[in-house]
């Protein structure tokens, strides 16, 4: 990759950089469909994981080719994406043969475009507690040029702490969105911890908001195509395809672990950031595992 990094700026109050605001103005004005299913995430939280059970539901059996064609991010397009020599992501949904379509967006919920609400469209919200998310980031950043300079684990854990990070605020991003789910009825919130703890069961959960009912058979080939091995060793899975990575440095496909942030945290590190979440996190219906 011979562009330089991005540098962090205040867009509308939230830290982006311009990969995610340039296609502003046709993002704002995206036609949603009815059927459109909006995978929602602050970035590392398992976006690619849900992506990849949604896409198995609904296309699975229908669309076996798309499988070992098309990398997950042509499948499930990143909405507010714009690279140099590359379809933005608006395009690509526009592009996007299949119904329903699958969007993924990690803006805080004031940006989603309006003809997602007014469409009514369904939406998934896919939460991961600050810890873990905050460990996956700096690994992600450390080894994806197309980001911000991660610099050292310390300095990352305080610029976390203070919503210096590309789409902003984690405490904004969580309670954001889960202050939504109280006046709209068509978002279902779920938690990374919990795929974890019990994949069948998050499914199960996922397909009733959906209204699918798969049959045993289907349900045990989705779940055998999304453990973690399976999809590490995905190419259409795994980001392999993706220039902008460099997979010497780490893994896409990481750890996919609750609970790695104990690795990470020093004893300070820790005490100092359990003070700050409770000022932030006000909100006691909101809750994240760090462990399970
Ligand atoms: P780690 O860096 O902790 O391993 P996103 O898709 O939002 O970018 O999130 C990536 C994180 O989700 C990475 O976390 C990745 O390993 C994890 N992940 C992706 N697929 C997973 C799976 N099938 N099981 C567990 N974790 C998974």
């Known amino acids: ?47 690619t994981w849900v992506s990849y059970i949604l896409e198995l539901l609904y296309f699975g059996q229908t669309s076996p080719e798309r499988q070992t064609t098309m990398p997950i991010y042509e499948r499930v397009p990143f909405l507010e994406l714009t690279f140099p020599n590359m379809d933005s992501g608006t395009d690509l949904a526009d592009q996007l043969p299949t119904t329903p379509r699958l969007i993924k967006t990690h803006y805080p919920v ?4 309006k003809s997602f609400w007014e469409q009514n469209c369904r939406m998934i919200y896919v939460g991961r507690n600050a810890k873990d998310n905050l460990v996956s980031y700096f ?32 405490y904004d991003h969580v309670n954001g969105w889960w202050k939504k789910k109280q006046t709209y009825s068509n978002l279902h919130y779920m938690f990374y911890e919990d795929l974890a703890e019990d994949t069948g069961r998050e499914i199960d959960k996922l397909c009733s908001f959906l209204g699918l009912s798969p049959s045993a058979e289907e349900k045990t080939r989705v779940m055998s195509g999304v453990t ?13 395809t993706d220039p902008s990575m460099d997979f010497k440095i780490s893994s896409f496909m990481r750890k996919g672990k609750v609970g790695d942030w104990k690795n990470h945290f020093t004893v300070a590190q820790n005490e100092e950031f359990d003070e700050d979440y409770k000022s932030k996190m006000k909100d006691q219906t909101l809750q994240f595992r760090t462990e399970i």
């Open 1 to 47: 990759m011979d562009l330089p990094r991005p540098k962090l700026f205040d867009f509308h109050g939230v830290s982006m950089i311009t990969y995610f605001t340039d296609n502003w103005e046709a993002i704002q004005n995206f036609q949603a469909r009815p059927d459109d299913i909006l995978i929602a995430t602050y970035p590392k939280a398992g976006t």
């Open 110 to 113: 004031q940006f989603v475009p």
């Open 139 to 170: 690994h992600f950043e450390r080894m994806n040029f197309s980001q911000p300079e991660p610099g050292d684990w310390n300095s990352y854990l305080q610029r976390f702490m203070e919503g210096k990070m590309v789409f902003g605020s984690w």
């Open 228 to 240: 973690f091995d399976n999809m590490k060793n995905n190419a259409m899975t795994n980001y392999s």
